[in-house]
């Protein structure tokens, strides 16, 4: 017959415990109707307990608990006898040395040392049991254990004693000058080790200086950009409209040709050729042709604008803006620099490709290593094209008065230099820009005539 779970019988059998942590905070609360009276339920919360610290983890924790509190044991009592003694036995040791009397002073000396030791001993044994592992005792106690095997070494096995032979042999006497001489080295290594020292010293200055010049260059170029990126937004919210149009009017004119003119003179080559570039892509450099009633830019049919070299009127007119600029190994493919006044500058190395240059003032220009390809001097053929008069008009059919001015010009190793426009710049160059062009230029005549 099955026995009931609320039987009271002393007979019932023994419930099997349970661990403490899988027990729910409600696995106690109807112990009255499970028939658990409460001497039973404490039984039973006893054993799961014991259970529980019996667990390997708990094991480790009451090991270290015990070894903790058994350190903490062997700490010696201080009784105040012992502390009443200790002064005492100092009392004792000033008298003596009051009456400069040898047997009191001893005898205060050894009972203070005795009980102050009894006292410090176990704290100082257990603070170094603290402070240092096992690991460090063990090194300190052969490291002391090292060096007296090796005074040992050198008292018993003789050595000490050959040592002192040679030692009482040498003529100290004499060997003081050598030990001046030894000094004297010692100051000059010394003398060595400062100059040392501040070479070091120098090239980390140098190092930092050298660092903080690089920065102040990074520093440099985001503020530039930063400042052509205004100067972008600022001109094109001047010229176009809202709906995106050219809408520049001669005040607008004048403002955009101010603006220029300014960070022109305040930006590096780099700068310059970047806003070169985007002006001239933006159609803001070529001579546009105009409405000669509202002074508007005429659209060409094809989605841009149509341009008018003879009679047009460019939104920003570059005039000396360039005069002397330094341009040198900057890109400049595609730029309408036609009429700009580029006397004395340097364009060493530059990216020219496709470049229009017609009526371009190159008076001693530097284009040494320059890329030509497709570069335009003039319109018209080569043979009848001449630069540019203060007096005379531009014929762009014939190419009279169109081309840019090169007398004097360096052409020193330029690239992909075309044939029409070597046979220009031979015949109009003069004989100091003849001399540059590569291939040479014989069989052209010399139309400048100096």
Known sequence: MPIESNSNSSQSPKRESVPEDILQPDDFEDAGENGLVPDELATQQALSAISALQSPRHTAALQQARSSFQGRNQAVTVKPRALLLILVAIAIIFIGIAINNWLIGISGTLVALLISSAVLLPELINAIQQWFSVQERSLFVAFFGFVASLIGFVKFSGLGDRILTIGRRINWEASGTLAEWFGALGQILIAIIAVYVAWRQYVISKDLTIQQNLLTVQQNI????????????????????????????????????????????????????????????????????????????????????????????????LGVMLAGADLSGTDLRWTDLSEANLVRADLTGCDLVKANLSRTILYEVKLEGADLNGIRLFYGSAETASPRSRTEPPNYETGEHTGAVVENVDFSDVRRMSEVARYYCCAWGGEQTRGTIPGGCEGIPNKLGR
């Not at 009017?249 to 022109?264: C, F, S, V």
């Not at 806003?275 to 892509?281: A, C, D, K, P, Q």
């Open 222 to 317: 985001i503020t530039q950009q930063q400042t052509i990126d205004s100067y972008f937004q600022g001109v094109s919210d001047l010229v176009l409209d809202e709906e995106g149009l050219l809408e520049d009017w001669p005040q607008e004119r004048m403002i955009a040709e101010g603006r220029t003119a300014a960070i022109l003179s305040s930006v590096d080559g780099s700068g310059k050729a970047k806003i070169l570039r985007f002006l001239s892509r933006s159609k803001l450099l070529t001579p546009l042709k105009r409405d000669r009633h509202l002074g508007r830019a005429i659209l060409d049919g094809n989605g841009g604008y149509a341009e008018d070299r003879k009679a047009g009127l460019r939104v920003i007119d």
